[in-house]
């Protein structure tokens, strides 16, 4: 079992910043790959972004490239997802999650967090 716990949430306005963070516990960390979903109220939980165990490998979601980076910190059990030039269509829940591989689907991850909540006033 995998243990994710997110944080750093919270209310900004459009064209702020914010910096999610991902701990892990539990099964070693750097095992998996690590994503990050959103989900809205009302809409199905999306994928945003997405990193192999490694770091080699990023994925994102058209709408945030150039606007979100995903990162982790093996050594800290912990991952994170600095999102910039924030837009009131990124308003929604944010959940990390782990999993085997790389993939922009829900059901490709074994172990999701609880989620934290991001608004992006305009």
């Known amino acids: 079992q995998v243990q994710l716990v997110e944080s750093g949430g919270g209310l900004v306005q459009a064209g702020g910043s914010l910096r999610l963070s991902c701990a892990a516990s539990g099964r070693t960390f750097s095992n998996y790959a690590m994503g990050w979903f959103r989900q809205a109220p009302g809409k199905e939980r999306e994928f945003v972004a997405a990193?192999?165990?490694?770091?080699?490998?990023?994925a994102y979601k058209d709408s945030v490239k150039g606007r979100f980076t995903i990162s982790r910190d093996n050594a800290k059990n912990t991952g994170y997802l600095q999102m910039n030039s924030l837009k009131a269509e990124d308003t929604a829940v944010y959940y990390c999650?782990?999993?085997?591989?790389?993939?922009?689907?829900?059901?490709?991850?074994?172990?999701w967090g609880q989620g934290t909540q991001v608004t992006v006033s305009s």
């Open positions: 999650a782990a999993g085997l591989k790389v993939v922009g689907s829900v059901g490709g991850y074994d172990y």
């Open positions: 990193m192999s165990w490694s770091g080699i490998n990023t």
